[in-house]
């Protein structure tokens, strides 16, 4: 099983990354579901910006953890980089 860090956009322009197993779907609960997020349920709609792909659930909890303690404009630079 791979798992996906991935950073979103919000509608208000922040930033906002995350974790998952199946990413087509986590996408989909932050934009329409009650599951998704609550910091992005009410930042809608989001964009999907910038992915990567882990073979293990403790790497990628481990680089999401990475990404989230970063300034915005180092995450933006990982987005253009991309």
């Known amino acids: 099983m791979s798992f996906f860090i991935y950073i979103?956009?919000?509608a208000?322009?922040?930033?906002?990354?995350?974790?998952?197993n199946n990413l087509?779907?986590?996408l989909k609960e932050h934009?329409?579901?009650?599951?998704?997020a609550h910091y992005t349920k009410i930042r809608r709609?989001?964009?999907?910006?910038?992915q990567?792909?882990?073979?293990?659930?403790?790497?990628?909890?481990?680089?999401?953890?990475?990404?989230?303690?970063w300034r915005r404009e180092k995450k933006l630079a990982l987005i253009e980089k991309d």
């Open 31 to 36: 934009n329409e579901s009650t599951w998704g």
């Open 8 to 10: 979103l956009e919000c």
């Open 52 to 69: 990567e792909k882990h073979a293990s659930l403790k790497k990628a909890r481990h680089r999401e953890a990475e990404i989230k303690s």
């Open 24 to 26: 087509e779907k986590r």
């Open 12 to 20: 208000d322009g922040s930033l906002y990354a995350g974790c998952t």
């Open 45 to 50: 709609p989001v964009t999907l910006k910038y």
